[in-house]
C-alpha cells in the first residue's frame, strides 16, 4: 500500500516537473525571438548614425552626384522618421536602395576608393549591411525553433494552455534581396 | 545541411557508447582476471581526471600560448573584426576574443569551453591570402566548434582514452611483476583464458581507443563544417577557402603533433599528403569540399563517410 502512494507520488512529481520544464524552455525561446527582433533595430540604428559621417567624406569627391547623395540623406530620415514596423520595413528598404547606387556610382571615382577614410568606412557599412541580414537570419532561425515548440507534441499542449503563439517570420520583399552580403574584395 | 548536422551529432555520440563500452569490458575482464588492485587504478583515474580539468579550464590559454597567438582590437584588423562580429550575431552568442599569429601559412583555431570564454586565432597568413566571403567560411567553422562544445567533447574523449591507456598499462605492468600469483581466486583453465583475454585485450584496447578517438574527431569536423553553412547560408565560402588552404603548400610553424587537431586544416604538411588513414585527425580535405558543393547545389549530402 505505502508503495503504492510512494509511486503515486513520484510520477505526479515527475509530472508537474515535465509541464515545468516545458514551460520555461518556451518561456526563454519565446524571449530569444523578442531579443533577437530587438537586435534588427540595434543594426538598422547604426546604419543611420554611420551615414552622415559617409555622406561628409564622400560630397567632396562626388560632386557631380547630388541627387544620389541627396536620396540616401532623404532615405535616412524617413527610415528614421518612420513609424510601426511596416513604414520602418519599406524605408528601410529605400535606404538599402538608395546605399546600393552610391556605392554604385562611387565605383566611377578611383580617388574616392583610394581614400583611407572612405575605405573603412565603406567596410563598416558593408558589414552593417551584412549584420542586419545575419540579425534577420537569426530572428527567423529562432522563430522556426519556437514555433515547431509551440506546435508539435507534447509541448504544444502547454503551448496551448499558456497562451503562447507561433510568430511570424520576417520576409524579405523582392527589392530588397540582392543588397545583402556584399563582398567587397 | 541540417541532415548533415544531426548525422554527425548521432555518429559522435555512437561513438562515444563504444568508447565506453571498451572502457567498461576492458575494466570488467581485467577485474575477473585480477581480482585486486583496484586502489591504483582509482588514484591513476583520478589523475586523469584531474588533468582533463586543468585541460578544460586552462587549455584555451595554453593553445594560444604555444601557438604565439597576440591579442587583437577592432582598429588593428577591422574587417576581421567585423566578420567575427558578424557570425557572434548569426549564431546569438558572444564575441569570443580575437588572436592573431604571425606566420604566412592559412590556418585558424578557436579553443574555449564555451562560446562565453573562447577565442579565435587565425594567421595573418589567412587574412592576406582569403577574400571576405571565405574568411566568414573559415571563421563561421571555427566558431562552431565553440559553438557545438567540441572543446568539453574532445575533453572527455581525451579523459576516456587517456584512462583506458592508463588502465591497461597498470594491468599489464602488474601481471609483469607476477601480480596473478596473488590472485588465487581463479583456477584452472578459466583463469588462464581469462588472463590471456585480458593481456590482449590491455595491449589493443588503449590502440582502439585512440582510433575511436580520431574517428570522432573527423566526425566533428564535418559537423564544423555543416555548422559553418547554417551560419553563413555560403557553402561555397568556405569551400573555397579549403581549395586554397589546400593548394597552400607551406607549413604552419607553431603546430605540432598536440595542437595539430585544433586548427581549420592539418597544418603538419607531411600529414595531410599521406592517403587517408584511420589516424587522423581530419577528414580529407577534397572529401570536405566535395560535400560543401553539394550542399551548394541544393542536395542535402550524404552522411560524411
Redesign the interface.
Known amino acids: 500500500m505505502v508503495i503504492g502512494v510512494i509511486i503515486a507520488i513520484v510520477l505526479v512529481v515527475v509530472f508537474l516537473g515535465g509541464i515545468i520544464m516545458i514551460y520555461n524552455r518556451l518561456v526563454r525561446q519565446r524571449n530569444k525571438v523578442d531579443n533577437s527582433w530587438k537586435q534588427i533595430d540595434v543594426q538598422l540604428k547604426r546604419r543611420h548614425d554611420l551615414i552622415p559621417n559617409l555622406v561628409e567624406v564622400v560630397k567632396d569627391y562626388m560632386s557631380y552626384e547630388q541627387e544620389v547623395l541627396e536620396n540616401v540623406t532623404k532615405a535616412r530620415s524617413q527610415a528614421m522618421q518612420a513609424s510601426g514596423p511596416a513604414e520602418a520595413g519599406k524605408a528601410e528598404n529605400m535606404l538599402s536602395g538608395a546605399l546600393k547606387s552610391l556605392f554604385a556610382v562611387a565605383e566611377n571615382y578611383p580617388d574616392l576608393k583610394a581614400n583611407q577614410n572612405v575605405s573603412q568606412l565603406q567596410e563598416e557599412l558593408t558589414s552593417t549591411e551584412n549584420k542586419i541580414a545575419f540579425a534577420r537570419q537569426l530572428y527567423n532561425d529562432v522563430v522556426m525553433y519556437f514555433n515547431n515548440k509551440v506546435q508539435t507534441f507534447p509541448s504544444h499542449i502547454i503551448a496551448g494552455a499558456f497562451g503562447f503563439q507561433a510568430r511570424e517570420f520576417f520576409e524579405v520583399p523582392e527589392e530588397e534581396k540582392e543588397v545583402v552580403k556584399v563582398d567587397l574584395r | 545541411m541540417y541532415e548533415q548536422i544531426s548525422k554527425n551529432k548521432h555518429l559522435s555520440y555512437f561513438l562515444i557508447v563504444v568508447m565506453t563500452a571498451l572502457f567498461i569490458v576492458l575494466g570488467f575482464s581485467i577485474g575477473i582476471a585480477a581480482g585486486i588492485g583496484w586502489f591504483g587504478l582509482v588514484i591513476a583515474v583520478v589523475i586523469a581526471v584531474a588533468l582533463a580539468l586543468t585541460s578544460y579550464y586552462k587549455g584555451d590559454k595554453i593553445a594560444l600560448a604555444t601557438s604565439h597567438a597576440r591579442q587583437v582590437t577592432h582598429e588593428e584588423v577591422?574587417?576581421l573584426f567585423?566578420?567575427v562580429?558578424?557570425?557572434a550575431?548569426?549564431?546569438?552568442n558572444p564575441m569570443p576574443a580575437v588572436y592573431i599569429i604571425d606566420d604566412s601559412a592559412p590556418n585558424a583555431f578557436a579553443t574555449g569551453r564555451n562560446p562565453e570564454n573562447s577565442s579565435l586565432a587565425v594567421t595573418q597568413g589567412l587574412l592576406d591570402k582569403m577574400?571576405?566571403?571565405e574568411l566568414q567560411g573559415v571563421i563561421a567553422h571555427e566558431m562552431s566548434h565553440v559553438r557545438n562544445y567540441d572543446i568539453l567533447f574532445a575533453t572527455l574523449v581525451g579523459v576516456m582514452v587517456g584512462a583506458i591507456a592508463l588502465m591497461a598499462d597498470f594491468f599489464l605492468r602488474w601481471s609483469i611483476f607476477g601480480g596473478s600469483r596473488r590472485s588465487n581466486d581463479n583456477s584452472g583453465i578459466f583463469g588462464v583464458i581469462m588472463m590471456v583475454v585480458a593481456l590482449a585485450l590491455a595491449i589493443l584496447a588503449p590502440i582502439a581507443a585512440r582510433m575511436v578517438q580520431l574517428a570522432i574527431s573527423r566526425k566533428r569536423e564535418y559537423l564544423a563544417d555543416a555548422s559553418a553553412v547554417e551560419l553563413t547560408?555560403?557553402p561555397n565560402g568556405l569551400a573555397n577557402a579549403l581549395e586554397k588552404i589546400a593548394g597552400d603548400t607551406e607549413q604552419l610553424e607553431a603546430a605540432n603533433r598536440a595542437t595539430a587537431h585544433l586548427y581549420i586544416a592539418q597544418p603538419i604538411k607531411k600529414f595531410e599528403e599521406r592517403k587517408r588513414g584511420l589516424f587522423d585527425t581530419h577528414p580529407p580535405i577534397g572529401e570536405r569540399i566535395a560535400i560543401l558543393r553539394a550542399m551548394a547545389s541544393g542536395g542535402p549530402g550524404k552522411a560524411a563517410g
Not at chain 2, 89 to 92: E, H, L, N, R, T
Open positions: 577591422p574587417q567585423n566578420v562580429e558578424e557570425m550575431i548569426a549564431s546569438g577574400n571576405r566571403e547560408r555560403n
